[in-house]
T-cell receptor
Framework: DAMVIQNPRYQVTQFGKPVTLSCSQT?????MYWYQQKSSQAPKLLFH???????NEADTPDNFQSRRPNTSFCFLDIRSPGLGDAAMYLC??????????????FGDGTRLSIL | DAKTTQPTSMDCAEGRAANLPCNHS???????VYWYRQIHSQGPQYIIH???NNETNEMASLIITEDRKSSTLILPHATLRDTAVYYC???????????FGTGTSLTVIP
């Protein structure tokens, strides 16, 4: 049973046209993450939510935004996609109770192509 | 966050133990070592983690040196389905961020 669900698996958008990727989870985890993974590279953390608190990585471009309307859902918005934003986008969750050091659970990603 | 160094690639014969090393010489006392793997076109999968003691679960064993500057992930009987990229990550004990290193591409050979 899928616990972190990313839809769609493949997304195509046009250069400069805003796009939203979605992630949902059935684990009731309070932390949700977004990663960008380009071909043959490791996943790169963009930002994460601890409950409703948004934590941006210092080198994440302003073009990338996120929303978390409730515990179960999190969205990645790319305001003006460029060709360099073509990548796999991975969503992950974890229990964020401090000190418990719980692992992350990943979805299978959305592969974004830019035309 | 402490950085990790892993070999770029490794081969292992099917049925043999796969030993994947990771160096984390700048690890601090409150940082855990995590291992994930990523099979092509899938999201990373959690394998195991530890602080200073060796750990074992149904998937693998984690051996951490006494000085904690390096660790080894052991897959006791590698199968073809273990072919994947294996990532070693160090994580602050009270932090929420996971930063992936470059990983080791393991190929299990029939």
């Amino acid at each position: 049973d899928a616990m972190v669900i990313q839809n769609p698996r493949y997304q195509v958008t046009q250069f400069g046209k805003p796009v939203t990727l979605s992630c949902s989870q059935t684990l009731n985890h309070n932390v949700m993450y977004w990663y960008q993974q380009k071909s043959s590279q490791a996943p790169k953390l963009l930002f994460h939510y601890y409950d409703k608190d948004f934590n941006n990585e210092a080198d994440t471009p302003d073009n990338f935004q996120s929303r978390r309307p409730n515990t179960s859902f999190c969205f990645l918005d790319i305001r003006s996609p460029g060709l360099g934003d073509a990548a796999m986008y991975l969503c992950a969750t974890s229990r964020g109770d401090r000190g418990l050091n719980q692992p992350q659970h990943f979805g299978d990603g959305t592969r974004l192509s830019i035309l | 966050d402490a950085k990790t160094t892993q070999p770029t690639s490794m081969d292992c014969a099917e049925g043999r133990a796969a030993n994947l090393p990771c160096n984390h010489s700048t690890i601090s006392g409150n940082e855990y070592v995590y291992w994930y793997r990523q099979i092509h076109s899938q999201g990373p999968q959690y394998i195991i983690h530890g602080l200073k003691n060796n750990e074992t679960n149904e998937m693998a064993s984690l051996i951490i040196t006494e000085d904690r500057k390096s660790s080894t992930l052991i897959l006791p009987h590698a199968t073809l389905r273990d072919t994947a990229v294996y990532y070693c990550i160090v994580r602050v004990r009270t932090g929420n961020q996971f930063y992936f290193g470059t990983g080791t591409s393991l190929t299990v050979i029939p």
